[in-house]
């Protein structure tokens, strides 16, 4: 696994969020803080469909599609949050940052919670270089990020058609 270029997903999701804040009347700095709790908590369902950290529990983790579902919701806000620091460009080379799973997306929980207080390129940088990391520990390739998030996107407009 080599690279993973975002390039063509900041103009997608720019017209999602464009489209959720002229039907709701909000705009980025309104929901600044929000994005980044709904990104924890989109970490946490992923990490609950890996079942990583259920040392207590013999149960499999979840089929390969629905965890790429929980990561593509995660992939939506981090797409969201580079928007306003001017991040049209994303190229992320993989490695392996943490030596299992758990580790990683603890890295990520603590990276992301960083935002808070350091919202820029920087750091946004890293936080997201992080979360896409836990691809390859799953065997999860960048095509499949990719796939998995195209197909959230479609998911969300119609949501927001259906007023969700």
Not at 93 to 114: G, P, R
Not at 151 to 157: E, P, R, S, W
């Amino acid at each position: 696994m080599n690279d993973i270029v975002l390039d063509e997903l900041f103009p997608l999701q720019a017209g999602l969020d464009e489209d959720i804040h002229s039907r709701h009347h909000l705009d980025y700095e309104m929901t600044h803080q929000k994005r980044i709790l709904a990104l924890l908590v989109e970490l946490g369902e992923f990490a609950n469909e890996t079942r990583c950290f259920k040392f207590w529990s013999e149960k499999a983790p979840s089929e390969k599609a629905v965890i790429l579902d929980e990561f593509a919701d995660g992939m939506h806000f981090f797409l969201s949050l580079g928007i306003p620091l001017n991040v049209e460009s994303y190229t992320h080379k993989f490695v392996k940052d943490q030596a299992d799973l758990t580790s990683q997306i603890l890295q990520t929980y603590v990276l992301v919670s960083d935002l808070l207080s350091h919202y820029d390129e920087r750091h946004y940088a890293r936080a997201f270089g992080s979360f896409l990391n836990v691809l390859p520990l799953l065997g999860y390739s960048g095509d499949d990020a990719i796939l998995a998030y195209k197909a959230k996107l479609a998911v969300n407009y119609k949501r927001q058609q259906e007023h969700y």
